[in-house]
């Protein structure tokens, strides 16, 4: 085969009436309306960025600086960034509703290779966004159960630190409180560490059950879960305000631009959310109409809360004294409030349980959509005869989670996660510009106002993000070119071939 065959194969698109066929003759259940994709939305927003990102971005990771009180900015920055994309995700979401996300969008506007390498993103923007989330979890969990160590034994609420944590994080907790770590965590062949988060592994692995049984049961469990998420959070804005003292918010921006900028790139990481409400478009009983009013509905929501929760935050406790993993729990204990700690515990685990079911659920439809179009093999797309779910991809996207947390800490995971997402929205925003150019008279159910200015804006937001935290971070602004260059060897070793055999 020449290369230029090899070539025009990679641009080869699939068009948008293609996927709508596709979307008709689906075995999936079209059970979802509105309501459900705003609690999806919410579901995974809301808990992912107040309950774990808030600490590391006010205050500042191992390889970056914080925004301190100044993080209200980072959050309107991040918005903005975000909105610009969520108008061209509703665009896109109203007129081609397929499961797929990004990568459908791809494939119809840029190609084939183009598709892969956004879908193979989007694994690691959602996969690896699990694997954060999941160890938030676990941190909740224990904040929880030393609230009662008056009544539980001490081998459940202090367990031995191998058996809650992944081995970086196990490192960093024994150099912090001086411990030597061959004596708390145990090694094989006197080389391998052993560690292994139990809680974070039995949670994901309950999920994948729930989401094999159906997609409607899941998000009647996510609504629970997000309404009593939300009274909880608004109980701290209301209890919190009374605590907050204006000499907190002094210096207001200690770390300047740098560290406003830094901080609208971590909090960024929580607005996968509208990203997944698209990957359900194909299980939606109206998607022209509902899709983009649950994109934007929750975007809108989600953002008010956020600068609400980070204002009270950052007066109620200086931002150096702000938890990285109960930020807001934490606050509470501060001001000797320690049954509202204990229920914002609650509220966290309730929270991130529902972000790690969207998350799981965002994963589980893309890869589905590519196994679809043949880059994955094609007994994966195999459909439960009885709760006609993904039941195979379901269970291979629970034990990529499972296999992730065993070696990734939650810094790194949430800033690779972040690169994947700035990718993925830019992507879209260029994607809308091609089809307007492409196919101007096919019919938008929603349409980008003033294009092709706000996709343009889209692209230049979320790419100087992405630059500027590319220059700043090392260890993740390594891996994630690495991530980029294992999948373009993937789908030259398997996935050209294999689309090849199935076409």
Known sequence: MSIKSIFNNMLTKKSPDEFLEERNSSELKKTLNVFDLIVIGIGAVVGTGIFTIVGIAAQGGPEGVGAGPALIISMVVAAIACIFSALCYSEFASMIPVAGSAYTYTYATMGEFMAWMVGWILMLEYAIGNITVASA?????????????????????????WLINDYRTANIICNREGWDIHDKVPYLFDSIPLCINVPAIVIVLLLTVLLVKGVKEST????????????????????????VKPENWTPF?????????????LIFFAYIGFDAISTTAEETKNP????????????????????????????????????FQAPIAHA?????QNKIAGMISVGALAGLTSVLLVYQLGTTRILYAMSRDGFLPKSMRSIHKKYKTPHVLTWISGLVVIIGALFMDL???????????????????????????????????????????????????????????????????????????????????YCYSNKRKEG
């Open 137 to 161: 979890w676990t941190g909740y969990l224990f904040q929880l159960l030393k609230g009662f160590s008056a009544h539980l034994p001490n081998w459940l609420v202090n367990p031995p630190i």
């Open 220 to 243: 009647r469990l996510a609504t629970i879960m997000v309404g009593l998420n939300l009274f909880i959070i608004t109980s701290f804005i209301v209890v919190g305000s009374f605590y």
């Open 253 to 265: 921006a200690p770390n300047g631009f740098e560290g406003i900028f830094m901080g609208a790139f």
């Open 288 to 323: 022209q109409r509902d899709l983009p009013i649950g994109i934007l509905g929750t975007l809108t929501f989600c953002t008010i809360l956020y600068i609400l929760v980070s204002l009270v935050l950052t007066g109620m406790v200086h931002y150096n004294t702000i938890d």
């Open 332 to 336: 509470m204990r501060l001001v000797g």
């Open 411 to 493: 810094n790194i995971s949430a800033e690779l996660c972040n690169f994947g997402t700035f990718t993925s929205f830019i992507i879209v925003c260029v994607a809308v510009l091609i089809l307007r150019k492409t196919e101007p008279d096919r019919p938008r159910p929603f349409k980008v106002p003033f294009s092709p200015w706000f996709p343009l804006l889209g692209i230049i937001t979320c790419g100087g993000l992405m630059v500027y935290s590319l220059i700043k971070l090392k260890t993740s602004a390594i891996l994630f070119p690495l991530w980029l260059l294992i999948g373009v060897a993937i789908y030259f070793a």
